[in-house]
């Protein structure tokens, strides 16, 4: 299938020159040019993640280069199926993301790209991904291309903005991997990341690529857990499932309004943010009005200009139909900290401070009397948090075996100012 830029001033490109691409040369975003229709009897026989992924992802594949190796591609990322699990009342239900190596859902995301970019022909040059991380993207990205001939990994993550098992879990990989730790925001290290992807010139030096939740190759791949157990529930309910997905820079939530756009037995989709309320004022009715980012506890969602916003206008040009489409709402630190005591207390599950914007904001519509199937969107392990989730809970929580195992490793990062002439410097001699 063809893919085109949001921005409308590149060429057409196929789906294998778009994953391999990222961002599109006129600094737009990539997207196929026709969504596929399911019904749910076009999943029949498809039981495991990645018969599901693979049905679903067939379609944007057909033709292209990847075509043949897709099966294997899914195989191997959508190995674990996430648990859907209940959430303690009525209802309610957790999926529960985190049970990949890095413990959060972008395990999923970069262990697609990675087998994409890997059954794609490659330069006599390694290629260099470049990703900017708000704390769990990077270590996502090190994991699925650590140890893969070809392949460079720069991390770039806002230093003393991460939990420090997130900055151990960043630096711990080594081989051909480098975490650099930013003089500044997350979305200074986007910028960073953005301005040489953007430079073709020092691309043809350097040959780079993206690992960010702009890349298709991300994007796509995470609608098919949410097909998946949409699937699950509907078969053994009846039912269409709601979700709830806490929200940064919108990779996630985007593609569970895709797999509903697709078909799947999808209710409602409503984003949970934490403090950096861009989205839900826009939802509330205001101006989209990107700004800087602001550090809470729900770290890796703080983004303060979102960046698949595009996509999400692109394909809702009437923002009044896009509001009627998706909701969003803004949840403090306060209330993450709240929500964390009163999940483990009323529903008897210790949940990560991500994962509390949506349960609190579950609460927040059951109060006001939301009918139906709900599903909280778990996003990582509580363990990639602890200085946040034990003294609330005083209990500790114990890591899940790869995490501890990452954390057993020595662990390094190197310095670098927010500056785009240094990093230049430093991809050009690692
Ligand atoms: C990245 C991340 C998010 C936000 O996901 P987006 O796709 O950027 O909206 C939420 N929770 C956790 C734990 C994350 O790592």
Not at 40 to 68: I, K, N, S, W, Y
Not at 86 to 95: A, V
Not at 188 to 214: H, M, T, W, Y
Not at 336 to 353: F, K, L, N, Q
């Amino acid at each position: 299938m063809k893919t085109y830029s949001t921005r409308g001033r590149a060429p057409q490109v196929s789906i294998s020159e778009a994953i391999a691409a990222g961002l599109a040369p006129d600094g737009g975003l990539y997207l196929p040019e026709s969504w596929p229709r399911f019904s749910t009897a076009d999943f029949d026989g498809a039981d495991t993640l990645a018969d599901v992924g693979q049905r679903l992802l067939q379609p944007f594949f057909a033709g292209d280069t990847l075509e043949a190796a897709l099966p294997a591609i899914c195989a191997d990322a959508f190995a674990i199926a996430p648990p859907l699990v209940e959430f303690g009342k009525p209802g309610d239900f957790l999926l529960e993301l985190f049970h990949g190596p890095t413990a959060a859902f972008k395990d999923y995301g970069a262990a697609f790209l990675a087998g994409c970019l890997a059954a794609l022909p490659q330069g006599d040059k390694p290629l260099t991904i470049v990703v900017a991380t708000s704390g769990d993207t990077g270590a996502a990205v090190a994991a699925a291309f650590h140890g893969r001939p070809g392949f460079r990994v720069a991390i770039l993550y806002p230093d003393g903005r991460v939990s420090s098992r997130q900055a151990h879990q960043l630096g711990c990989f080594g081989d051909n991997v480098q975490a650099y730790k930013v003089d500044g925001s997350f979305d200074d290290c986007q910028r960073l990341a953005k301005a040489v992807l953007a430079d073709a010139d020092f691309r043809s030096e350097v040959p780079l690529g993206s690992a960010n939740s702009i890349s298709l190759g991300r994007l796509l791949p995470q609608a098919a857990y949410y097909a998946h157990a949409a699937l699950k529930h509907w078969r053994a309910s009846g039912h269409a499932l709601n979700f709830v997905v806490p929200t940064g820079n919108l990779g996630n939530g985007l593609a569970c309004l895709l797999a509903k756009r697709m078909g799947l037995p999808i209710g409602e989709v409503v984003l949970a943010s934490n403090a950096n309320t861009v989205l839900p004022d826009f939802f509330a009715g205001g101006d989209y009005a990107p700004r800087p980012s602001i550090a809470t506890l729900a770290n890796a969602m703080d983004v303060g200009a979102p960046s698949n916003f595009e996509r999400l206008q692109f394909l809702y040009p009437d923002a009044s139909e896009l509001r009627r489409t998706l909701r969003a709402e803004a949840v403090s630190d306060a209330q993450i900290r709240a929500a964390i005591v009163r999940v483990r207390d009323e529903r008897g599950h210790v949940i990560c401070p991500h994962t509390a914007c949506a349960a609190e904001v579950l609460d927040r519509l059951r109060a006001c009397g939301e009918p139906g199937d709900w599903a909280a969107v778990a996003t990582a392990h509580p363990a990639k948090f602890p200085e946040v989730v034990e003294p609330l809970l005083g209990e500790a929580i114990v890591p899940p075996p790869a995490l501890a195992a990452m954390l057993q490793r020595p662990s390094h990062a190197q310095g670098l100012a927010n500056d785009v002439a240094l990093l230049k410097e430093c991809l050009r001699n690692a």
